[in-house]
Structure formats: structure tokens, C-alpha cells
């Protein structure tokens, strides 16, 4: 329980700290930050995946995640 907690106060934190401090950030630096956790997310992702024994539900997670984000046109928010 501890470990949530901690985990969301930096996570408010972050974010909060984060906000103040978007606007003086270059965009390609913005930009290669989001590729290296993408990077990040998608090798977590592909170890997960590999120790998953229903590999179809993941996929089906994707898409339908995929399917979710493009209708939220959550990629302008980022």
C-alpha cells in the first residue's frame, strides 16, 4: 500500500512539475523524449508479452486500445 501511495504523490508531483516546465523545453527534445518511453514501453511490453500465456488477449488489448486512442485523438494531447 505504501508503494501506491509514494507511486501516485510522484506521479502528481511529476506531472505538476512537468506542466510548469513543458513551455521552455525544445520540441525535439519533447520529441525524443517520448520516443525513448515509447521505446521503453514497448520492450516492457514485448518481455510481458512473451511471459503471457494467452498471447490473443493482448493483441485484442491493443487494437482495441488502438481503436480507443484514435477516437479520443489522444495523440494531439501529447
Do not use: D, H
Amino acid at each position: 500500500m505504501l508503494g501506491t501511495v509514494v507511486n501516485s504523490i510522484a506521479i502528481i508531483v511529476g506531472g505538476t512539475i512537468g506542466t510548469f516546465l513543458k513551455v521552455g523545453i525544445p520540441e525535439r527534445f519533447k520529441n525524443i523524449v517520448m520516443q525513448g518511453v515509447a521505446l521503453s514501453v514497448m520492450i516492457i511490453g514485448i518481455s510481458s508479452g512473451l511471459q503471457f500465456n494467452n498471447l490473443m488477449v493482448v493483441i485484442v488489448s491493443l487494437v482495441i486500445g488502438g481503436i480507443i486512442g484514435e477516437a479520443l485523438n489522444i495523440e494531439e494531447y501529447l
